[in-house]
């Protein structure tokens, strides 16, 4: 085999793989070059997102809220069960299954599309070939006519908390715990604090989440973000806002058991705090450590991020670059869009990524989701907007599911009435988000989502009668 590529893909989460396929698929030979390993050893294709991230949270998600709805809400609907318990190691190796399945997955695509995976570390060095340093040292180059860097990202580390994988743990060990801990700290109400804050919550864990910010979830809208915080606190989420960590002491017992000590500082001066395992979920960060030759001419930002123009090219030619490594939200539908569109760019076609219309999930319970603008935004942009929201307490589907909980709010344009945003906090929103971004993807109005058959019953009919409502029109609620 010769070891000439057209492509080359360094990383193969949601970016590199997808765009690796997606290029094989128009003829490229195409290479894939990741160096994750799995709890085996053997290479796990797939990131962080298939490995550590997005399928194995999911997985958690739905068996502690299977879990809790047991415990907890299952009486209403006559159900009742003695003595329900957890089985840990069971809950870890089922998400351990289904992480085996998509990275094997993943690797069973690849042979399918004929894209040659590499297991290693990957570097670019100047005239676009890439050394490989397999897990045993030994090292290889391999050259193509285009690079795709799509190395992903890493937790960002606290100097005063490190990651130690026991006491102080990131998103991976977080997914991993032999048991349920009696308290866990989390930092940062983030995405990942709030979905792995409730997993453990769900099971039982006094779970406390120290936020810098004084606002909750500042990024979402306020009304959808006030309704995920009342609910979090009846799930009993210890949520303290302005609480910004300073000191982590791990404290070992004679018994080898430890603890952590919290100092954080809030409006009423310095607290602290002691829990069993911490958490710290503060962001991640572009991860090119290793990744560039220093001759290779590829510029990272203030923020370590590689720099690229709106067609996901950095300035050296045949270098590309994609996903949670560039700007843009660290999501992985966002970065397996750029990974599709390089590949189209690269043969010659005409790729696509709309920045405007990237959704956007917390899967906590209610979901969180949103596309498009904020009212925020709306205002400091100067465009005039209309207002229309549903509760999913007026939505049959809703109350019969005994899941009536939060709201769609739409905003249109005033004048025109184009879709600019849909927030939305209740009961499968990650899914009811999708038909909105459909509508704002077609320049869509809120009379046409409004002009559009929705079945009965179905949540899907909040999104209806929040369209209606933008006009005053909803059936089921007052105007
Ligand atoms: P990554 O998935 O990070 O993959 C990069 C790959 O490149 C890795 O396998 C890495 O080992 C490899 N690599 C890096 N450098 C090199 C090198 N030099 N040589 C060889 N290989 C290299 N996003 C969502 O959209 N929905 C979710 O529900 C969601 N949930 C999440 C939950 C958690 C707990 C976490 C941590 C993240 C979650 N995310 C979610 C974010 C999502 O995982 C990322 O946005 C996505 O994985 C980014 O894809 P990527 O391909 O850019 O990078
Ligand atoms: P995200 O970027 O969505 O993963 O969220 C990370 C969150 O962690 C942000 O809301 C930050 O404000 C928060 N954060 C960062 N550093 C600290 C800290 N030292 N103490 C508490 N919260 C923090």
Redesign the pocket.
């Known amino acids: 085999m010769s070891d000439k590529f057209d492509v080359i893909f360094?990383?193969?989460?949601?970016?590199?793989y997808v765009g690796a396929i997606r290029a094989a698929q128009l003829g490229l030979k195409v290479a894939c070059?990741?160096?994750?390993a799995g709890k085996d050893g053997k290479q796990a294709l797939?990131?962080?997102?298939l490995?550590?991230?997005?399928i194995p949270?999911?997985a958690l998600l739905d068996s502690s809220r299977q879990f809790h709805n047991l415990v907890h809400s299952f009486d209403v609907h006559g159900i009742s069960a003695d003595n329900p318990r957890i089985d840990v190691p069971t809950f870890i190796g089922r998400k351990d299954k289904i992480v085996k399945q998509f990275t094997g997955g993943v690797a069973a695509l690849f042979k399918a599309n004929k894209v040659t995976p590499f297991f290693?570390?990957?570097?670019l060095l100047k005239g676009n070939q890439v050394e490989i340093t397999s897990p045993d040292g030994a090292k290889q180059v391999i050259s193509a006519t285009n690079v795709v860097l799509?190395?992903?990202?890493v937790?960002i580390e606290l100097p005063f908390a490190k990651f130690d994988g026991k006491a102080i743990l990131d998103?991976a060990s977080a997914?991993d715990l032999a048991e349920v801990p009696k308290r866990l700290g989390v930092i940062g109400a983030g995405?990942?604090g709030l979905?792995?804050g409730s997993v453990w919550r769900r099971l039982g864990s006094e779970v406390t989440i120290l936020e810098a910010l004084p606002d909750f979830l500042g990024a979402a809208d306020p009304d959808i973000a006030k309704v995920a915080q009342r609910e979090f606190k009846k799930l009993g989420l210890e949520i303290k806002l302005g609480a910004k960590l300073g000191k982590a002491d791990v404290k070992v017992g004679p018994d080898k058991s430890s603890v952590v000590h919290l100092t954080y500082a809030d409006k009423d001066g310095e607290q602290s705090l002691v829990v069993d395992k911490l958490l710290v979920a503060v962001g991640?960060r572009a991860?090119t450590d290793?990744?560039l030759a220093a001759d290779t001419g590829v510029k990272l930002d203030e923020r370590g991020r590689i720099v690229v123009d709106e067609h996901c090219h950095t300035g050296v030619d045949g270098v590309w670059a994609?996903?949670?490594?560039v700007r843009g939200p660290?999501?992985?539908?966002?970065?397996s869009e750029e990974g599709v569109a390089v590949a189209e760019w690269i043969a010659g076609k005409a790729g696509h990524v709309n920045f405007d219309t990237i959704p956007w999930?917390i899967?906590t319970e209610p979901e969180i989701a949103w596309a498009g603008k904020t009212e925020k935004e709306l205002k400091d942009a100067g465009i005039p907007y209309k207002v229309g929201s549903f509760p999913f307490a007026a939505i049959g589907r809703a109350v019969a599911m005994n899941e009536a909980v939060g709201q769609v709010k739409m905003l249109a344009h005033a004048e025109t009435d184009r879709i600019l945003g849909v927030h939305m906090v209740g009961p499968g929103v990650s899914e009811l988000i999708a038909e909105c971004v459909v509508a704002m993807e077609f320049k869509g109005s809120s009379e046409d989502l409004a002009r559009i058959v929705h079945a009965h019953p179905t949540l899907s009919e909040a999104v209806h009668e929040a369209a209606l409502s933008v006009d005053k029109r909803a059936i089921h609620k007052g105007n």
């Not at 290693?120 to 570097?123: A, D, F, L, T």
């Not at 799509?150 to 990202?153: E, K, L």
């Not at 994609?322 to 490594?325: P, R, S, T, V």
Request: glycine fraction near 24%.
């Open positions: 360094i990383g193969a989460g949601p970016a590199g070059v990741d160096a994750f797939g990131g962080t997102c490995n550590v991230g997005c949270s999911k290693g570390k990957g570097k799509a190395s992903g990202s937790p998103n997914l995405v990942i979905e792995l991640r991860y290793g990744l994609i996903g949670d490594a660290m999501l992985a539908h966002k970065g999930v899967y």
